[in-house]
């Protein structure tokens, strides 16, 4: 842990002295993440759209610039600046064959892995919630994955009563709940200091249904 600390230190020292200005020049630039998407689920047009909308609607409230951006991404397209993503939505038979080897609740939605910034979405289930709601499916599948890439970025425990970081799903809301002031300052901060992952070990999500 001494050596990890030490190492972030390191980095962040390096960041502030290597990029000062580059950082002057770009504080009014919105921060940006890139999300690289695989379908496993075979998802259909709409509903897949409709899901982008949604995640990029709930950063935007945050100040953040979402790109969606289909398939696994190559080495070379992570070597900017920019925060990384790997989204994978799961199928049914992926979700059951994860929950199993790891023993995680039936109930939970998405989890998400720090260390490899990493999110996976248990697709059938968010189906399963939302098939009583008319064309409700892409929005709220948008919305878990805005949940678990901000606990990419937010502390551990990160989950709060109101907004997109609610433990419990709320289907309710017609507009995105988004992000409070708060989480959203600090994703903005960490997007600022060019963290791509924190270093704190893989965390995997066990929050009731998020
Ligand atoms: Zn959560």
Redesign the pocket.
Known sequence: MANTTRTLLVMALFATASSSARAAANDNAPAKIVLHVEDFALLLSPTISDAENEVRAVFRQAGVQVTWLNGNPSPRMISDSNLHVSVKILNRQMADRKSRTEGTSSDVL?Q?AREACQVWIFYDRVTALTNPLPGGGGEILGRVIA??V??LLLPAQ??SDKGI???TFDLRPKVPPVFTAAQAATIRSMLSQRVRCLKEGVVV?R?P??
Request: cysteine-free; glycine content about 20%.
């Open positions: 998405g998400s949940h678990e901000g606990h990160s989950h970081m609610r433990g999500n929050a249904s998020l």
